[in-house]
């Protein structure tokens, strides 16, 4: 059962990450890409990580996604549908992305992945949190404050204009 629930999730996931790239409405890409965050986030409920699940949904739906939409709306003039969907260098860029897929699929193929269960320490939950509010804090608080700030920019620039 849970490999078919695997499966649907995976196809589910697949199936919005190309709609991300096919959508010709730059809303709409967001919001695939959002359901693409949390079919990431139900694998990773099946793999039996809770803690990167919540993670997924609070940092990449929550914080990502809201971002990227808000950048959307902040730059209207980019969403005209008559626009060009392709520039001239389409087909150089068709051709380096499948000479990227096939190097990889070369290497993931020729790779002898070893793979071993192994127990997980019952503190390791615990640790983690003690890292991000000990040694890394401050890091962790200097993004969040470089976050705020840039949102606060992208709206000054986007009032500006008016």
């Not at 389409?90 to 002898?112: P, S």
């Amino acid at each position: 059962m849970q490999q078919v629930i695997f499966i649907l999730l995976a196809l589910v996931t697949l199936g919005a990450a190309v709609m991300v790239v096919i959508s010709k409405n730059l809303m709409r890409s967001a919001l695939w890409l959002i359901l693409a965050f949390f079919g990431i986030a139900a694998n990773f409920i099946l793999l039996n990580a809770e803690f990167l699940a919540v993670a997924q949904i609070l940092i990449y739906v929550g914080a990502i996604s809201m971002l990227i939409i808000f950048a959307i709306m902040l730059t209207r003039g980019l969403m005209d549908p008559n626009a060009p969907r392709f520039n001239e260098q389409w087909g150089v860029v068709g051709g380096f992305a499948t000479l990227l897929f096939v190097v990889l699929a070369f290497i993931v193929t020729r790779i002898g992945w070893s793979a071993s269960a192994g127990a997980v320490p019952p503190t390791s939950i615990q640790q983690l949190g003690q890292d991000f509010v000990g040694p890394y804090v401050v890091p962790f608080e200097v993004a969040s404050v470089l976050l705020v700030v840039a949102m606060i920019g992208a709206i000054i620039v986007a009032r500006e204009r008016e």
